[in-house]
């Protein structure tokens, strides 16, 4: 037996289950691995500062799998695996949950979200709290993807400084990226996981508002919200998803889930690309840099070599109305989600975070608090014409003369965009979304493709995925 250390970069979960298995790797020794990652990466070398806060209780956790796994066996494939969650995922132990605010540096959540809970119950080890765009980019206006008061600037690790790190879970993004844990998960309104995935090169899946819960989640858009993998392959976000979906009576959108499917890894078929039909809208490449239009129009090409059918003249709505959706769905969830915290907590509403904020302005307003502001000018109550009219409209516009009209008419397995373009009418559809690395620019930036479906479509996007990923392998990791 060979005594080769354990290659770090770019490990999957199924290398790291190999090696654990064959006795070359336990979880305790993996887990160092990584934090040795992060102490020369984070706020050291080109400091990515990525990871918020790490568990001190990791090494514990890992050595107690590592025995449970000599006594019984492996719990599945998520057992001893490192896991980064963005921190306005709440986790009952020793890391606070904070949403990159000032408002929330001392904040401790009482109990697990549920989806952390499903991780520990798969035998994860959550590593550490991701650092993000403050309140998950629902502050302000040109404040940069990635930056909070309390966590400061995330940082692409492909070009530090030089491309968007992509927002708002920029921090399990570059830590994913740059190796600081095997897998992350990242939440979504509108992008918040396509985006950061495809500017760090990653596979993100922003699934269907209900096939996971929400419930300890500090939230945005009751209508958009929804937590999802940010991983290195294909078959990692498969197995992660999996992980996490079922029903959770706290959460009601869960009922909605047809069928709970806790195993994604049947979807990875390498031809999973042949006789299918994929509809591109050309509106939706506008825009887009010359040079990374020419990327996009090469993968197509590759599809096309894998069977695809690409129908490139699909009309999707582009204009969307300006919505005032989530101006007041943040209020009323924000109140409910802080008026639960203890009495000693400096906030218990947006108002209050408001006026903290203009009290310490000098360390939490570095550029504004506009979006705060208006979320607040709404009552919370849901009860304005203003809102239940724009959220009809969401639904009319996305979903019934959208993205189902354009799939059903059109005979379409998915649609396909470029980076996270397509994001913000797959959001206010609340359908799922799968980006996938799709090769790099000449100064390096990362670009991705997006592939979006119908309402609980996850299982056929991850074929479209994994089949592409699989002919084409474009990651690469980034050198720090």
Same mark, same amino acid.
């Given at each position: 037996?060979?005594?080769?250390?354990?290659?770090?970069?770019?490990?999957?979960?199924?290398?790291?289950?190999?090696?654990? %298995?064959?006795?070359?790797?336990?979880?305790?020794?993996?887990?160092?691995?990584?934090?040795?990652?992060?102490?020369?990466?984070?706020?050291? +070398?080109?400091?990515?500062?990525?990871?918020?806060?790490?568990? =001190?209780?990791?090494?514990?956790?890992? !050595?107690?799998?590592?025995?449970?796994?000599?006594?019984?066996?492996?719990?599945?494939?998520?057992?001893?695996?490192?896991?980064?969650?963005?921190?306005?995922?709440?986790?009952?132990? @020793?890391?606070?949950?904070?949403?990159?605010?000032?408002?929330?540096?001392?904040?401790?959540?009482?109990?697990? $979200?549920?989806?952390?809970?499903?991780?520990?119950?798969? &035998?994860?080890?959550?590593?550490?709290?991701?650092?993000?765009?403050?309140?998950?980019?629902?502050?302000?206006? &040109?404040? =940069?993807?990635?930056?909070?008061?309390?966590?400061?600037? /995330?940082?692409?690790? *492909?070009?530090?400084?030089?491309?968007? /790190?992509?927002?708002?879970?920029?921090?399990?993004?570059?830590?994913?990226?740059?190796?600081?844990?095997?897998?992350?998960? #990242?939440?979504?309104?509108?992008?918040?996981?396509?985006?950061?995935?495809?500017?760090?090169?990653?596979?993100?899946?922003?699934?269907?508002?209900?096939?996971?819960?929400?419930?300890?989640?500090?939230?945005?858009?009751?209508?958009?919200?929804?937590?999802?993998?940010?991983?290195?392959?294909?078959?990692?976000?498969?197995?992660?998803?999996?992980?996490?979906?079922?029903?959770?009576?706290?959460?009601?959108?869960?009922?909605?889930? =047809?069928?709970?499917?806790?195993?994604?890894?049947?979807?990875?078929?390498?031809?999973?690309?042949?006789?299918?039909?994929?509809?591109?809208?050309?509106?939706?490449?506008?825009?887009?840099? %010359?040079?990374?239009?020419?990327?996009?129009?090469?993968?197509?090409?590759?599809?096309?070599?894998?069977?695809?059918?690409?129908?490139?003249?699909?009309?999707?709505?582009?204009?969307?109305?300006?919505?005032?959706?989530?101006?007041?769905?943040?209020?009323?969830?924000?109140?409910?989600?802080?008026?639960?915290?203890?009495?000693? $907590?400096?906030?218990?509403?947006?108002?209050?975070?408001?006026? *903290?904020?203009?009290?310490?302005?000098?360390? $939490?307003?570095?550029? #504004?608090?506009?979006?705060?502001?208006?979320? %607040?000018? @709404?009552?919370?109550?849901?009860? !304005?014409?203003?809102?239940?009219?724009?959220?009809?409209?969401?639904?009319?516009?996305?979903?019934?003369?959208?993205?189902?009209?354009?799939?059903?008419?059109?005979?379409?397995?998915?649609?396909?965009?470029?980076?996270?373009?397509?994001?913000?009418?797959?959001?206010?559809?609340?359908?799922?979304?799968?980006?996938?690395?799709? #090769?790099?620019?000449?100064?390096?930036?990362? /670009? +991705?493709?997006?592939?979006? #479906?119908?309402?609980?479509?996850?299982?056929?996007?991850?074929?479209?995925?994994?089949?592409?990923?699989?002919?084409?392998?474009?990651?690469?990791?980034?050198?720090?």
């Amino acid at each position: 037996m060979t005594n080769k250390p354990f290659e770090l970069s770019e490990a999957t979960i199924a290398s790291i289950q190999s090696s654990m %298995e064959a006795g070359k790797l336990t979880a305790k020794k993996l887990t160092m691995l990584y934090l040795e990652q992060i102490a020369t990466y984070n706020h050291n +070398g080109p400091n990515i500062n990525a990871v918020l806060e790490i568990n =001190p209780d990791a090494l514990h956790i890992a !050595e107690a799998l590592d025995v449970e796994r000599k006594q019984r066996g492996p719990r599945g494939p998520l057992h001893g695996i490192p896991v980064l969650l963005k921190d306005n995922i709440e986790t009952g132990d @020793k890391m606070h949950t904070t949403a990159g605010s000032l408002t929330l540096k001392d904040h401790y959540a009482k109990e697990d $979200a549920h989806i952390s809970k499903k991780l520990r119950e798969a &035998g994860a080890i959550i590593l550490g709290k991701a650092n993000l765009t403050e309140w998950a980019n629902f502050m302000t206006v &040109g404040m =940069p993807n990635g930056y909070s008061s309390h966590g400061g600037q /995330v940082l692409n690790p *492909y070009g530090p400084g030089k491309f968007d /790190v992509g927002g708002s879970s920029s921090g399990p993004g570059a830590g994913i990226a740059a190796n600081f844990a095997t897998v992350g998960i #990242g939440t979504e309104t509108s992008g918040s996981i396509l985006s950061p995935a495809s500017s760090n090169s990653l596979v993100g899946i922003k699934p269907t508002v209900g096939l996971l819960s929400r419930t300890g989640i500090i939230p945005i858009a009751n209508s958009q919200d929804i937590a999802g993998p940010m991983t290195r392959t294909v078959s990692d976000a498969a197995i992660l998803l999996g992980a996490l979906t079922g029903i959770d009576p706290e959460d009601p959108a869960t009922a909605v889930n =047809p069928e709970v499917i806790n195993d994604y890894t049947s979807f990875l078929n390498v031809d999973g690309l042949n006789n299918s039909r994929l509809g591109i809208s050309p509106e939706y490449l506008k825009g887009l840099p %010359e040079e990374e239009q020419t990327l996009i129009n090469d993968v197509l090409m590759d599809m096309k070599k894998l069977g695809a059918k690409i129908i490139d003249s699909i009309e999707l709505p582009t204009n969307l109305p300006n919505s005032t959706v989530l101006f007041h769905e943040f209020k009323n969830g924000l109140n409910a989600y802080l008026s639960r915290l203890d009495t000693n $907590a400096p906030v218990h509403s947006l108002l209050d975070v408001i006026k *903290y904020n203009q009290t310490h302005a000098k360390d $939490a307003l570095r550029y #504004g608090q506009k979006l705060l502001l208006d979320s %607040e000018s @709404k009552s919370g109550s849901l009860t !304005e014409a203003e809102y239940i009219n724009d959220r009809l409209n969401d639904i009319q516009t996305s979903q019934t003369e959208g993205i189902d009209l354009v799939i059903e008419n059109n005979n379409l397995d998915a649609l396909v965009f470029a980076n996270n373009y397509g994001a913000g009418i797959a959001a206010k559809a609340g359908y799922p979304s799968i980006t996938v690395p799709a #090769g790099y620019t000449s100064e390096g930036k990362p /670009v +991705g493709i997006t592939f979006t #479906g119908l309402a609980f479509s996850e299982g056929k996007l991850i074929e479209l995925a994994y089949a592409f990923e699989q002919a084409t392998n474009f990651r690469k990791p980034p050198i720090l």
